[in-house]
């Protein structure tokens, strides 16, 4: 199965600046997913990142906020612009390998 | 669009007793469906998942799981609970038609284990 791994692990921000996350894959992959979950909440779909194409955003997800880049098969980030407390969540990378979605280890993201 | 409801936010069970964990789905075609565990401070951990064929799904740590179609359920047992299985659980679908593709979740249930 994949392995993923996301930096930073968590991080600390200050209301009004941007956070870049990481997403590495120890293999080629096609489809990359970033997922947010807020705090004692479920997963939500933010973003689609394929390579060489532009991210599809889900609905109430926009890119000006969450600026995604994916520039090649193991790697991708998402931005969290203009941070606001409200973006406090962990933020997850998930990737698919035979049918099988995995998800890296999270980052957690609290905006002060 | 589909969605994925779980009926129950907490459920307790003493350790040793068996274990249900509901999911009903609201999809158009032949789901795709799966359930995670996300034990405390740890990531998801898929537990099985199901596409086709045998609607009796066996996945990791004793854990099973029945697609009913008539009943649009998607249903995880575990015959006997062990304190370790202390955890949320989560129910999701495939965004939309195909394997590969984004996840839609359900709110999750967590599960108490009592000694």
């Known amino acids: 199965s994949a392995v993923i791994s996301q930096k930073p692990s968590r991080d600390i921000c200050q209301r009004g600046t941007s956070l870049t996350i990481q997403c590495q894959v120890d293999?080629?992959?096609?489809?990359m997913f970033w997922y947010r979950q807020q705090p004692g909440q479920s997963l939500t779909l933010i973003a689609t990142a394929n390579q060489g194409s532009e991210a599809t955003y889900e609905s109430g997800f926009v890119i000006d906020k969450f600026p995604i880049s994916r520039p090649n098969l193991t790697f991708s980030t998402l931005t969290v612009s203009n941070m606001s407390p409200e973006d406090s969540s962990i933020y997850l990378c998930?990737?698919?390998?035979?049918?099988?979605?995995?998800f890296g280890p999270g980052t957690r993201l609290t905006v002060l | 669009a589909q969605s994925v409801t779980q009926p129950d936010i907490h459920i307790t069970v003493s350790e040793g007793a068996s274990l249900e964990l509901r999911c009903n789905y609201s999809?158009?075609?032949?789901?795709?469906l799966f359930w995670y565990v996300q034990s405390p401070g740890q990531g998801l951990q898929l537990l099985l998942k199901y596409f086709s064929g045998d609607t009796l799904v066996q996945g990791i740590k004793g854990f099973e799981a029945e697609f009913k179609r008539s009943q649009s359920s998607f249903n995880l047992r575990k015959p006997s609970v062990h304190w370790s299985d202390a955890a949320e659980y989560f129910c999701?679908?495939?965004?939309?038609?195909?394997?590969?593709?984004?996840?839609?979740f359900g709110k999750g249930t967590h599960l108490i284990i009592q000694p």
């Open positions: 999701a679908v495939v965004h939309s038609g195909g394997g590969a593709d984004g996840l839609t």
């Open positions: 293999s080629q992959v096609t489809m």
């Open positions: 999809y158009g075609a032949t789901p795709y």
């Open positions: 998930s990737v698919v390998e035979y049918n099988e979605q995995f």
